[in-house]
């Protein structure tokens, strides 16, 4: 049986990696990006360039979407130019980008009245999860849909959970940002007390890597911190829209979030401070060049 043909949206730091794993398994792969320079590497393993949003949504059979941020997924899915109104009925639109919950149920609605099905599915792991087709996924909007993408997610991911419906994604993917802001200050402010103590930092990690300090960012970031590798697994710039997300929604539900709210004001300032484009790791800059 012939495989669908994927069309890709957005292939920055970690789209082109999951694209190009779907491409790796054998499925035609299409794509667009605003900046076609960064399908470059794409399309010289065989993807075919769409000119447009409207000439991918018109020619492939399931959308994958990874852009930056709400306002970029709206423009992408609606308007005659859109996804929506261009795909094949019958097509399968996944949103992985980390947005709204109220956007998803949004696009899920509009897609039903053209026929299409709708699941967002946003994720967590990073350049590196990308790069090794590890990704932890979080996919909302209905089970059968989901049922039919699954073969696809797999490629990208090895955790890949079905949360409920329409906007399940995303709120699990809110989950998961909260949990890592409060521990990217506890990962940052423990290197900088090794650095300060006259301890060797990356000895000191040895040893907490593996007991109940343990976590991905400590693992994966840390030692970037230490290296003074700040290039981009993730911009500081989309988690503090991430966390601003995942603020508004608990105000929504009557939720106080005082660890986010703390770690969102410490990403502010590194945003003040000219380090929008940076990884996440370099909060740990707080603690030595802009002390």
């Known amino acids: 049986m012939m495989k669908k043909t994927v069309g890709f949206i957005g292939l920055g730091v970690m789209g ?8 790796a398994a054998g499925y035609p792969v299409s794509a ?13 393993k065989g993807a075919e360039w769409k000119s447009s949003v409207k000439a991918l949504a018109q020619s492939a059979d399931v959308i994958i979407t990874m852009v930056g941020y709400p306002k970029d997924v ?3 899915f609606f308007g005659s130019e859109g996804i929506i109104e261009n795909a094949k009925k019958g097509s399968y639109l996944i949103d992985m980008t980390t947005s709204k919950p109220s956007l998803a149920k949004q ?4 897609a039903k009245e053209r026929g299409l099905y709708a699941l967002d599915a946003p994720v967590s792991g990073g350049d590196v999860g990308a790069k090794n087709g590890t990704l932890a996924i979080m996919v909302g909007g209905e089970r059968k849909a ?13 955790n890949i959970q079905y949360q409920g419906p329409a906007g399940s994604g995303q709120h699990t993917k809110m989950c998961n940002q ?6 990217m200050i506890g990962v940052a402010e423990a290197m900088a007390y090794a650095k300060k103590s006259g301890l060797d930092p990356d000895n000191v990690l040895k040893s907490i890597t593996t007991g109940a300090a343990g976590s991905w960012s400590l693992s994966n970031l840390a030692p970037r911190m230490l290296k003074g590798d700040f290039e981009p697994g993730f911009y500081v710039k989309h988690f503090v829209k ?3 997300i995942a603020l508004e ?3 929504l539900m009557g939720e106080k979030m005082p660890g986010l709210e703390l770690a969102k004001s410490l990403y502010d300032t590194l945003v003040e401070k000219g380090e929008e484009n940076s990884g996440t790791q370099s909060l740990y800059k707080l603690w030595t060049d802009y002390k």
Do not use: W
């Open 32 to 44: 667009y990006t605003r900046t076609k320079q960064k399908a470059d590497s794409l399309l010289e």
């Open 16 to 23: 082109n990696s999951m694209a190009s794993h779907i491409l």
């Open 242 to 244: 991430d966390m601003g």
């Open 146 to 158: 989901y049922d039919e993408c699954y073969p696809i997610f797999s490629i990208m991911g090895e």
């Open 107 to 110: 696009i899920e609605a509009a």
């Open 178 to 183: 909260i949990a890592i802001a409060a521990g």
């Open 74 to 76: 709206e423009e992408v």
């Open 249 to 251: 929604e608990a105000e």
